[in-house]
């Protein structure tokens, strides 16, 4: 007989009210003391952690919970304070939120994507100073959760490997060494935790889905046995999530009590099949998905269960979400609006935790224990299934109409460029903006007046149009080359289009956290995706109407919809993406139709999506390649195809980006300016490229000779006829002077670097 024992991995942490963002927010304006942010937030986490506990929950995680980003947290911890923030106090919490945000003196700690999610953590940095051990973080948080609710928590930390891994500051030569030099930190946080009743500690080496050298999984090999041998009584439950574990046969050997697995997202099943599984350990079954928000086919996942009980044969096994559910919403139970079909075959974090309570419920008690929740979970799939949402055959015909020949430009591009500049006569080194222009409180402010109905549609229109009027002036007025509408009518470049789009739906309140206290609605897709009708044509020709000089359409690429979106599992996710071209091929046509002859369709988060297993790669690139090509094809030679993305590790997806075809690419460079440069040189790139010449996440404004030594720096490999100019990336979250201020700049930099051309 196996016991089956239920376990979580972390909490999403911001509140079904977004309580936390709302507290941390309100503490950075000074609104609130640092001990009523304190007491605020004390009080939704150990609500959570109650949450939890009423969810029969056995393995509930401590110390999950963050101020900002649980990298940073564990940093901090460390003492690892980068030096331009070292007069400040080392345990200050304002210190904490220095390293994350920037002060006026000191520029913030970078900020990256946790592997293929869009959650950024802060990216510790190693070089000036040697760790010591501040805080006992995860101690902190266990002891609370025992004296206040009496929970025996599961200390949560982020492993030395994946910690250093993601850092920077380290070479590969001294890599090894720094993970060692951790080491006796991690060994007094695991005593300290084992000293204080702690029973399971999960330790998150997520790094173990990537592709690691030999090398490295000898490192990881001596990191556990050195912290198993120095704590013998720590209970480590090595956890790892979204990607097969690559070297599945040595890390299941590793000395430590428990593994986790992802069966969600990995192929372990294969390979517990394959390589068995060790019979001195437990296995820790990521069962749910927690990277999605659809309700599981219990039946399917009871089936999964036993099956792996039939090869493992254990004692024990613990059943859990396939990694934490900080990457999904809170709960379904707020939604009002949303169409009840939807709404039954939704499952968020506490409806997970539910389903996760009632299979271990299943499989410990016997399935008649649970017939109730397996009917009503069979039938809230299958109405999904047979709805509305998934009757749009006529989408699958035309796709299975486009061959590789559709989804070729009818020119090559350097017949095409001709045709462009004939028709577009930019100057050389033609200046542009990324699209957004500033969203001011005005403007948000108007927007929630007219959701809420206090404000009439036309009212509203007449607002955008306004808005548009007025930045199309101030552009004129600039002398910019390339004009924009500045997308004042659009929330979020993908929720705009999930409003839109047949086969979507949007939640009231599904919010997810993506960095700090920002948090990102993604729309849901239910089925079939496809066009109903122009969803920008009347904005762009409003603001191409005031003006000669040629506005870009606007659009969000196939890949970045499909990526900021949670995707119905049973929709498969490469032909939804294909839809969404086919989508937005139409409103490609209809923006082109109406004279719009430049389009940008953007993908920011197409590096994103990149699978952790390199293997993976060509089929990735393929359908990203397929699916923008299907969206960007169509049009005449003539018109000109743009597209945009924001992140500067760049030679990896070089093919891909390649294979776009599209005519001109902007890129955010500001933080790596060199490196990108080269990367283009090395690739011998034909077509042309705006390298932003300068940040805008920052609300500095750069003078017009930083602006314009970026872009002589660029022009040393790049050729002057490829150039553009532009800042890198949207601009709407600053404000409109620095906005106006930063832009003539870079016209004056532009115009200056003309001159010596
Ligand atoms: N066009 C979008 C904007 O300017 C692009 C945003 C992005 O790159 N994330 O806001
Ligand atoms: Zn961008």
Redesign the pocket.
């Known amino acids: 007989m196996t016991t089956y024992i239920s376990s979580n991995l972390g909490y999403p942490r911001i509140g079904k009210d977004r309580e936390w963002k709302k507290a941390l927010e309100s503490y950075w304006r000074n609104e609130i003391t640092e001990d009523e942010l304190k007491t605020e937030t004390k009080q939704l986490r150990l609500a959570n952690l109650k949450k939890q506990q009423d969810l029969n929950i056995d393995l509930i995680p401590v110390g999950d919970f963050s101020f900002y980003d649980h990298v940073l947290d564990t940093a901090f911890s460390f003492g690892l304070i980068p030096k331009r923030f070292q007069e400040l106090d080392e345990k200050s919490i304002d210190t904490y939120f220095a390293i994350a945000r920037g002060t006026k003196e000191a520029v913030a700690a970078e900020m990256t994507k946790w592997f293929n999610t869009n959650y950024h953590y802060i990216v510790p940095e190693l070089n000036d100073v040697t760790p010591r051990l501040i805080e006992n973080r995860a101690l902190t948080y266990y002891n609370e959760a025992k004296a206040e609710l009496g929970i025996n928590g599961k200390p949560v930390l982020v492993g030395p490997v994946t910690f250093v891994k993601l850092s920077k500051g380290y070479r590969d030569t001294n890599f090894e060494a720094i993970v060692e030099s951790f080491l006796p930190l991690y060994e007094q946080v695991l005593e300290e935790l084992v000293d204080a009743g702690a029973d399971w500690i999960q330790i998150d080496e997520p790094i173990l889905g990537t592709n690691l050298s030999e090398k490295e999984i000898a490192l990881i090999a001596k990191v556990y046995q050195q912290l198993t041998a120095s704590v013998p009584h720590a209970k480590i439950i090595l956890q790892t999530y979204f990607e097969t574990v690559q070297h599945y046969d040595e890390v299941v050997k590793l000395p430590v009590a428990a593994i986790g697995l992802d069966f969600v997202h990995g192929e372990h099943l294969h390979a517990i099949k394959k390589w068995g599984f060790p019979k001195d350990k437990i296995l820790a079954a990521g069962i749910i998905n927690g990277r999605n928000v659809w309700r599981s086919d219990l039946d399917d996942k009871l089936a999964l269960i036993n099956e792996i009980q039939s090869i493992t044969n254990a004692e024990t096994m613990i059943i859990q979400p396939s990694c934490s559910l900080l990457h999904v919403p809170v709960t379904k139970k707020t939604e009002r609006k949303i169409d009840q079909v939807i709404l039954d075959g939704l499952s968020f974090a506490d409806e997970k935790l539910a389903e996760i309570n009632v299979l271990v419920k299943g499989v410990n008690q016997g399935e008649t224990t649970i017939e109730h929740e397996l009917t009503e979970s069979r039938i809230a799939r299958v109405k999904l299934a047979e709805s509305p949402y998934r009757q749009n055959h006529q989408v699958a015909k035309e796709l299975a109409q486009i061959g590789d020949e559709e989804v070729k430009r009818s020119l090559p591009f350097s017949d095409r460029i001709t045709l462009q500049q004939d028709q577009l006569k930019l100057p050389l080194l033609p200046t542009t903006t990324?699209?957004?222009l500033p969203q001011t409180s005005e403007v948000k402010g108007t927007r929630t007046k007219w959701r809420k109905g206090e404000i009439s549609d036309q009212e509203y229109n007449k607002f955008i149009e306004s808005e548009t009027k007025k930045w199309i002036e101030i552009q004129e007025e600039l002398s910019i080359d390339v004009l924009v509408h500045g997308?004042f009518e659009r929330t979020d470049?993908v929720e705009f289009f999930g409003e839109k789009l047949n086969g979507f739906a949007v939640t009231e309140f599904g919010w997810v956290q993506s960095y700090g206290s920002r948090c990102v609605k993604p729309p849901l897709i239910v089925g079939d995706v496809s066009w109903a009708g122009p969803m920008t044509v009347k904005e762009i020709v409003y603001a191409q109407s005031l003006t000669d000089k040629p506005v870009k359409g606007?659009l969000t690429g196939p890949v970045t919809i499909l990526n900021w979106s949670f995707v119905h599992e049973e929709l498969p996710r490469f032909t939804i993406q294909d839809q969404i071209g086919l989508a937005l091929e139409k409103e490609v046509i209809a923006l082109e139709a109406e004279g719009v002859n430049i389009i940008?369709v953007?993908e920011?988060a197409l590096r994103e999506g990149l699978p952790l297993d390199q293997l993976k790669w060509p089929a990735y690139f393929d359908a990203a390649t397929r699916a923008f090509r299907i969206s960007t094809s169509s049009v005449k030679p003539s018109t000109q195809i743009h597209t945009?993305m924001?992140y500067s590790e760049f030679s990896e997806i070089f093919e891909v980006i390649d294979a776009l075809d599209a005519d001109v690419i902007s890129i955010e460079t500001s933080r790596s300016h060199g490196e990108l440069i080269d990367t283009f040189e090395v690739n011998d790139y034909d077509k042309e490229i705006g390298l932003g010449v300068y940040d805008i996440h920052s609300p500095r404004v750069p003078s017009v000779e930083e602006i314009k030594a970026n872009i002589d720096r660029a022009l040393r490999t790049i050729d002057v006829k490829q150039f553009w100019i532009n800042p890198d990336?949207?601009?709407?979250t600053r404000g409109q002077e620095e906005t106006v201020a930063a832009l003539r700049n870079m016209i004056e930099a532009a115009k200056k670097v003309r001159e010596e051309a």
Do not use: A, R, T
């Open positions: 990324i699209g957004s997308e470049m606007m940008q953007d920011p945009h924001c990336c949207g601009l709407k």
